[in-house]
């Protein structure tokens, strides 16, 4: 791609609203109105498409380095464009873990190469996820990747006074911690969500109140050391209960939920489909709706994927046996729209995927406009589309994805990375 390739994409609503004409140069939006117009620009006819901010993911696990074999990080920011993003936050439990500079450096240095969205990687908090030892926190933010997010995801920071020497450390630096809330003495053994479906089905069960009970402790913790905490993958409807107090009493606390929360519940553990475990678990209905409130009503701030590769063999095995996990790239904004279009507007849906998530990470080139003077992050998307989605078809290395065969809204068209097209008509540009 030529530098200062420029393009004019005709007849587009930007996030919702009249159609407009938006011209791409140099990398960022140069112009919008009616009748823009400019030689040499090649023109992209966008008539009844929506342009979005380019989606960010505060939670995505793109298994490289170690699990090669699941997603690699040029493979999952390819279906990270599909699905309309520009940017990702890697999770750090790779193999070997993201706890040093040298880790998160070439994460950072795969993401480049790949040049599909920015590949910003989430260091470890303690060493080898371990839980006993801080790992090198400033180290990983003063490296070339420049970490912000830190996370032990997969495994909670479960000891209290690790958690609070965590929150003092990143303070310095405006870091946040993003916790993955289990208290693992309550989830032992766990295959699902304890509830009514469990006990028929005879499966041990993962407590609300194991989530719950962290994230209470969390935010005091945060509101002691004057830190910010994310928390991710919000999963029952008592951690809302908890986020809104916090965030009544001003605690520097943000919180995610994954689209797969706001869709399916608990009852499809029935079918012993290991394609439905994951962890948190699927809840009930009830907290499928408080979820579903709690993001329209801000308590929640972002939706995030938690996209979760799984080589075929980790996964189309008996449920105990099986890696909790989902693919969520390519189906987020679907699914997202699918559940939540009519309370959330598209402008809802640019806050919650795209500039909340970039301001959460750190991103000040992403989860804007797209607006004039703006870097060319955006996606374009047809809301009037409908797509059957084949796992087969997924440009992800792996296969578990819970939606195959369903019919799903909205379709992303074309993705814009500072200026040059990641996708186009529906396709992946390299
Ligand atoms: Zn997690």
Not at 26 to 52: K, M, N, P, W
Not at 178 to 194: D, N, V
Not at 285 to 308: F, N
């Amino acid at each position: 791609m030529s530098a200062g390739a420029a393009y004019l994409i005709k007849g587009v609503s930007v996030v919702g609203g009249e159609p407009t004409d938006l011209l791409v140069r140099d990398g960022a939006v140069a112009e919008e109105g009616r009748g823009v117009s400019a030689a040499g620009a090649t023109v992209i006819d966008a008539s009844g498409l929506i342009a979005l901010p380019g989606l960010v993911d505060l939670h995505t696990h793109l298994r490289e380095p170690g699990r090669e074999d699941a997603e690699t990080v040029e493979s999952g920011s390819r279906a990270a464009a599909l699905g309309g993003y520009t940017a990702v936050c890697a999770m750090a439990n790779t193999s070997p873990v993201a706890d040093t500079a040298g880790v998160v450096e070439q994460v950072w240095r795969l993401g480049r190469e790949a040049g599909l969205v920015d590949v910003r990687p989430i260091g470890a908090v303690t060493v080898g996820l371990g839980g006993e030892r801080l790992a090198e926190l400033g180290a990983m933010a003063d490296s070339a990747a420049r970490v912000r997010i830190f996370s032990d995801d997969g495994s909670c920071v479960a000891d209290p006074r690790l958690m609070r020497r965590a929150l003092e450390y990143v303070k310095a630096f405006d870091g946040v911690i993003a916790q993955h809330a289990e208290e693992p003495r309550l989830t032992e053994g766990a295959q699902m969500h304890e509830g009514v479906a469990s006990a028929r089905l005879g499966m041990a069960g993962w407590p609300a109140v194991a989530e719950e009970a962290i994230i209470a402790r969390d935010v005091l913790l945060a509101e002691h050391v004057g830190a910010r905490l994310h928390v991710c993958h919000v999963s029952t409807a008592g951690s809302v209960e908890i986020l809104r107090w916090a965030k009544l009493r001003r605690i520097a606390v943000t919180a995610e939920v994954t689209p797969h929360h706001l869709l399916l519940t608990d009852d499809r553990a029935s079918g012993y489909d290991p394609v439905f475990k994951v962890n948190p678990p699927l809840r009930t209905a009830a907290d499928v709706s408080a979820l579903r409130a709690a993001l329209v009503d801000g308590v929640i701030d972002a939706v995030a994927t938690d996209h979760a590769p799984h080589a075929v063999q980790d996964k189309e095995c008996e449920w105990a046996y099986a890696r909790p996990g989902m693919l969520g790239l390519e189906t987020a904004l679907s699914i997202v729209v699918d559940a939540l279009l009519d309370e959330l507007g598209w402008e809802g849906i640019a806050e919650r995927m795209s500039r909340t998530p970039a301001r959460v990470a750190g991103l000040p080139g992403h989860g804007h406009g797209p607006a004039p003077g703006r870097p060319a992050n955006l996606t374009l998307v047809d809301p009037a589309a409908r797509w059957t989605v084949d796992a087969g078809l997924l440009a992800s290395r792996s296969r578990n994805t819970p939606y195959a065969g369903m019919e799903l809204p909205v379709r992303v068209i074309a993705t814009f990375l500072r200026g040059e097209p990641t996708v186009l008509d529906g396709k992946a540009v390299h």
